[in-house]
């Protein structure tokens, strides 16, 4: 069975720093890897998709890897800003097509 | 527009009661999923649908049932609502397996 675990559960950074979020597998027969952002009491953005034969995506100052045969992901932001504070959340698609979700990483950027 | 939609936003409910949660969605994706969210977890399926004929359990489906009325809608009941339902939930779609989930609003619901 698939369990996803994100570290860590909240993190609080300056403005400017860069970052990495972590998230971690237990099963390498992931199909494919999604990073999402969540702000308080709102759906779930789509940030990243990074399919099982790629390695990362980029988007903007957003770049996201994945590595199966460690059965870890790590989402990467750059410069931070106050506007990324949200909750970052990875889901994994497992091979029955359902995607298991983290428990996600608090983000808080101060001013 | 959004997406896909749900409704309604927020509902507050008593036990025992039955309650039902729309979804509907303008992407003409043929999968659909129920989530449930509760406060510092992640999201856990409650049911999914990958046509209109085809309904799936997932991890938590207990104390509830869903519908999917056409392509579009897929409705999710709590045949006697428990406090222990209370929780935010989520509807979500995707095309196919390899492209990216998209997610609704979200139902905040409260079972007093």
């Known amino acids: 069975k698939q369990e996803v675990t994100q570290i860590p559960a909240a993190l609080s950074v300056p403005e400017g720093e860069n970052l990495v979020l972590n998230c971690s597998f237990t099963?390498?027969?992931?199909?494919?890897l999604q990073w999402f952002r969540q702000d308080p009491g709102k759906g779930l953005t789509s940030l990243l998709l990074i399919q099982s034969s790629q390695r990362e995506q980029t988007s903007g100052r957003l770049n996201a890897s994945l590595d199966k045969s460690s059965g870890r992901s790590t989402l990467y932001i750059a410069a931070s800003q106050p506007g990324d504070s949200a909750t970052y959340l990875c889901a994994g698609m497992d091979s029955s097509y359902k995607l298991i979700f983290g428990s996600g990483t608090r983000l808080l950027v101060r001013p | 527009d959004a997406d896909v939609t749900q409704t309604p936003r927020n509902r507050i409910t008593k036990t025992g009661k039955r309650i039902m949660l729309e979804c509907s969605q303008t992407k003409g994706h043929d999968r659909m999923y129920w989530y449930r969210q509760d406060p510092g977890l992640g999201l856990q399926l409650i049911y999914y649908?990958?046509?209109?004929?085809?309904?799936n359990k997932g991890e938590i489906s207990d104390g509830y049932s869903v519908s999917r009325q056409a392509q579009a809608k897929f409705s999710l009941s709590l045949e006697s609502a428990i406090p222990n339902q209370t929780a935010l939930y989520f509807c979500a779609t995707r095309d196919r397996a390899d492209t990216e989930a998209f997610f609704g609003q979200g139902t905040r619901l409260t079972v007093v």
């Open positions: 099963d390498s027969a992931i199909y494919n």
């Open positions: 649908s990958f046509d209109v004929k085809d309904i």
